[in-house]
């Protein structure tokens, strides 16, 4: 196959271009994921709840056909997330008679937890979010207040960094956030990661979730964030890509198409943020979308529910859209160029 005939042959000399992936659609979207993507993140399949529902209990089965499936294809594997405030059971901060769990229960908790996921993946995935979203978006509060910090303290990301390095000394750990390019909260994320390697933390990388949409962030923001972050030394991915069509604001449920219009602008859209990816090349070592075409993704529920979207560069037929064409071409272009 001519490079050029897929997504990830297109930039496979820039960096690695994933797609999150689930039980259903590692089935429903397997030609797809096998021609366009060289990497692959569980959706929700890696996650604490979903792994480790009771303390005793570790349940991997569909977590272990998604690293199958990336095995088989020769595809790269980001693990996704090991301490994050969200989708992770109670169990974890209870001690189990009525009260909060001790910071010493909590820590070793978090270190079973660790050291159980990321050793059974070892062997597959080169990477992990090992903290995810824990910077707040409100105001002048920097850290979000999280069970996490409340029952350990602002050291819970260091040990967990400490932790993972020691579960797997080989596999590169990120912190990973949203809303990444917003300035305000891109200074707290900057803040946050240089203190984590003040303290020693083995932090390898900022993974920018990059769920943008058709006007927010502006290029020159996410060029900001882009330069900001490199500053620390670190590499850096782009983990969750998708751009709604939809702005923030919109609780529009009566699109029940993308308009000529959505499209066009997405199309735009895309372009620009692959010629800057491009520009980054040799900070930017992946590029994850959070899902691989539009037949399937979570903005379909989120945040407004039963609102269908069409965030990503394959149609709900599984079909490259315009957008795909703008992407893929501009890397052909550079090609001939070069
Ligand atoms: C990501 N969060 C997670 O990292 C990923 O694991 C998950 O599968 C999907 C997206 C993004 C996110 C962060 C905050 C958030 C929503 C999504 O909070 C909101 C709640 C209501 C309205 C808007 C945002």
Known sequence: MNSADSLAGSFKNDFLIGAAVNGHTIVSQRELLIKHYNSLTAENEMKFESLHPAEDTYTFEAADQIAQFAREHGMKLRGHTLVWHNQTPDWVF??????????????????AHIMAVMQRYQDT??????????????????????????GIGEDYMVKAFQFAHEADPAALLFYNDY?????????????LVKTLLE????VHGIGLQGHWNLTEPSLDDIRAAIERYASLGLKLQITEMDVSVFA?????????IPTV????????????????FR????VLTGVTFWGAADDYTWLDYFPVSGRKNWPLLFDTEQQPKGA???????????????
């Open 94 to 111: 209870d001690d189990g008679n009525g009260g909060t769990a001790s910071r010493e229960t909590l820590l070793a908790r978090m270190k």
């Open 125 to 150: 995935s080169y990477c992990w979010d090992v903290v995810n979203e824990a910077v707040s978006d409100e105001g002048d509060e920097w850290l979000r207040p999280s069970r996490w910090l409340e």
């Open 179 to 191: 809303n990444e390019c917003n300035p305000a909260k891109r200074e707290k994320i900057y803040r």
């Open 199 to 202: 303290q020693g933390a083995p």
């Open 248 to 256: 923030f604001e919109d609780r529009r449920t009566d699109i029940v």
């Open 261 to 276: 219009e959505m499209l066009r602008q997405q199309e735009q859209r895309y372009r620009q943020f692959f010629e800057l």
């Open 279 to 282: 520009e980054y090349r040799d």
């Open 324 to 338: 795909y064409y703008e992407v893929v071409h501009l890397s052909a272009s550079r090609a001939t160029e070069q």
